[in-house]
């Protein structure tokens, strides 16, 4: 990752049949220097009204850890979610994204693991699609 770079890592699809999805993410970024490591959970949730329209996307840190190896390094991670792309009666996307800002001015690698928790069926459009994220 470019130091101090906006950078979509994931992209959350949200069917027209699904009203409400869950996403965890566990994640460590470090920089390139190997001075300073960064570890924490993200908890995604998107949803939207059974029309499709008023989609939205929130992103919210459950915890997160600095951990200084050496040096006097530091790292500033601001993670945040995309807008909506995709019309109300079609699959929607969201991008999950970060910036990483290090005070050395080095770029930062990003590891992450990402579960889908749950996603609410909406009966009335049919049946069978989930809620799937797209490593970026």
């Given at each position: 990752?470019?130091?101090?770079?906006?950078?979509?890592?994931?992209?959350?699809?949200?069917?027209?049949?699904?009203?409400?999805?869950?996403?965890?993410?566990?994640?460590?970024?470090?920089s390139?220097?190997?001075q300073?490591?960064?570890?924490?959970?993200?908890?995604?949730?998107?949803?939207?009204?059974?029309?499709?329209?008023?989609?939205?996307?929130a992103?919210?840190?459950?915890?997160?850890?600095?951990?200084?190896?050496?040096?006097?390094e530091?790292?500033t991670?601001t993670?945040?979610?995309s807008?909506?792309?995709?019309?109300?009666?079609?699959e929607?996307?969201?991008?999950?994204?970060?910036t990483?800002?290090?005070?050395?001015?080095?770029?930062?690698?990003?590891?992450?693991?990402?579960?889908?928790?749950?996603?609410?069926?909406?009966?009335?459009?049919?049946?069978?699609?989930?809620?799937?994220?797209?490593?970026?």
């Open positions: 990752m470019t130091n101090n770079t906006l950078t979509s890592f994931a992209r959350i699809h949200l069917p027209n049949t699904i009203t409400i999805a869950k996403f965890i993410v566990d994640y460590v970024i470090n390139q220097s190997r300073r490591l960064q570890t924490g959970q993200l908890h995604i949730t998107a949803g939207r009204a059974d029309s499709g329209t008023n989609s939205v996307a992103i919210t840190s459950v915890y997160s850890q600095a951990i200084q190896m050496s040096g006097a530091t790292l991670v993670f945040s979610m807008g909506v792309s995709g019309a109300n009666t079609t929607q996307t969201f991008d999950a994204q970060v990483v800002n290090s005070s050395a001015g080095s770029a930062g690698h990003l590891q992450y693991a990402i579960s889908h928790i749950s996603d609410r069926f909406d009966g009335s459009l049919g049946e069978g699609q989930h809620a799937w994220v797209e490593p970026l």
